[in-house]
């Protein structure tokens, strides 16, 4: 007779408990970088609603961002450092392919020994690793987690490229995810389409550089093919994520997209015919496209400034290279 093997379970909810945000210490402002481009304040700020984005000192790397965003995210959740077992980045910037940034970030916050591990899904992936972190808690692999997006673009940027660069910036943004008594994360609508693969990518490889047959690789995009696709597609991927969370978009108190473009977000609002009582996420006016850190930046910011949304539902969507895309609706903590 074989002996049975015991499967952990967990709680049947979670919910987001504090948001943490380090962003990076220089303000960069437009006039700063339309030379190499050949462009202009106004051409940037009406094609992107960018005014001005952050960048980290050169000193600073995304590790250094992580950890402070993840230490302030722990302080206001008042959970304790050491209870935290589960640390996931979600990152396309961590400086060095090994060792993990989470790993080195678990350590930094007090959380050691936590399992810990980085995750690459681009500008969806503080909502992949929000619906990572709420399955391994309800399955018992975890009991508390600290979920971070953490980049500084500013080391992948070629100042010359009008397709990308002057849209990006550097922060990292957090979250303690933990059991709740109420549902506080809804289920995830995400995916991916590698078939647009190239449509915002690196345009070379690591051992292309080693080799000489390319310069320092950097982020590059296909401008109008991306906004066709997130206006028309992941509007539909966010009607999708009110149908799974059992709501409609007159209950949200809030919706916070990736901050990619401002008028990609002006366009969703219309499109899923958001409420003027809803309060929109608008940080890329002044943070920049920051990938993975923008939805945690974005947020952490709108409870700040708004607090009577404690409580409230709000809808947030991240899409970007990959392609790959997620959605899910979310209490605010």
Not at 55 to 72: C, F, M, P, Q
Request: proline share 6%.
């Amino acid at each position: 007779m074989t002996a049975t093997l015991k499967q952990a379970s967990g709680p049947q909810y979670t919910r987001i408990l504090a948001y943490g945000a380090a962003r990076g210490e220089n303000a960069v402002p437009n006039d700063d970088l339309i030379g190499p481009i050949d462009s202009s304040d106004e051409w940037i700020r009406q094609r992107t609603g960018i005014v001005t984005r952050v960048r980290a000192d050169k000193e600073t790397d995304a590790v250094d961002l992580a950890a402070i965003a993840g230490a302030e995210a722990i302080e206001k959740s008042g959970i304790p450092a050491s209870d935290i077992d589960l640390v996931i980045v979600a990152t396309i910037s961590n400086p060095r392919q090994s060792p993990s940034v989470s790993a080195i970030v678990a350590d930094r916050v007090g959380a050691n020994p936590a399992a810990a591990y980085d995750m690459n899904a681009a500008c969806a992936g503080y909502a992949y690793a929000i619906a990572q972190a709420d399955a391994l808690i309800r399955s018992g692999a975890a009991h508390y987690a600290l979920v971070i997006g953490a980049e500084k673009l500013s080391d992948v940027v070629d100042p010359t490229d009008r397709s990308i660069s002057f849209l990006l910036g550097d922060g990292a943004g957090a979250a303690v995810v933990g059991p709740s008594e109420t549902p506080g994360i809804a289920p995830a609508v995400w995916g991916s389409d590698g078939s647009k693969s190239e449509v915002v990518a690196m345009n070379g490889t690591l051992t292309q550089f080693r080799d000489g047959e390319v310069p320092w690789p950097t982020l590059r995009q296909e401008g109008p093919a991306v906004f066709r696709w997130a206006v028309w597609e992941m509007a539909k991927v966010a009607r999708e994520a009110l149908d799974v969370a059992g709501i409609e978009a007159s209950d949200l108190a809030a919706f916070i997209p990736h901050q990619a473009n401002m008028r990609i977000i002006d366009e969703f609002a219309k499109q899923l015919k958001l409420p003027e009582t809803t309060v929109i996420a608008r940080d890329i006016e002044t943070t920049g496209n920051t990938s993975a850190a923008s939805i945690p930046l974005a947020s952490h910011r709108l409870m700040a400034e708004h607090p009577e949304l404690s409580g409230g539902l709000a809808l947030q969507i991240g899409f970007g290279a990959g392609l790959v895309f997620a959605a899910q609706v979310v209490v605010l903590p």
